[in-house]
């Protein structure tokens, strides 16, 4: 990705990227490749058309990585019965 324009400095300040920014839609058609460039730096942007927002860009939360396996083991009892079929009227009120 080359072309980025602006000032990559102000993009790193930790202030910067907590705040929400506004663009325009002309702003994201003229320069779609800055907008992205913010957006990588954790910027968050709101995208406005007539001074009224239309739109939010931000950057994705990384994925939280599967639970291992057996993490609760101890933490509850299955009882003895939990296979067992269900009573009549419980088997009834389902139907």
């Given at each position: ?33 800055g907008?992205?460039h ?58």
């Open positions: 990705m080359g072309g980025f324009k602006g000032d990559r400095r102000t993009l790193r300040d930790p202030c910067a990227k907590a705040a929400r920014m506004n663009v325009t839609v002309e702003e994201v058609k003229r320069d779609p490749e907008i992205l913010r957006v990588l730096d954790g910027e968050t942007l709101v995208v406005t058309s007539d001074d009224r927002p239309v739109a939010e860009i931000r950057p994705v939360e990384r994925a939280h990585r599967p639970r291992p396996f057996g993490l609760a083991a101890g933490a509850f009892l299955v009882p003895d019965d939990f296979d067992d079929p269900l009573p009549e009227d419980v088997l009834w009120d389902l139907e």
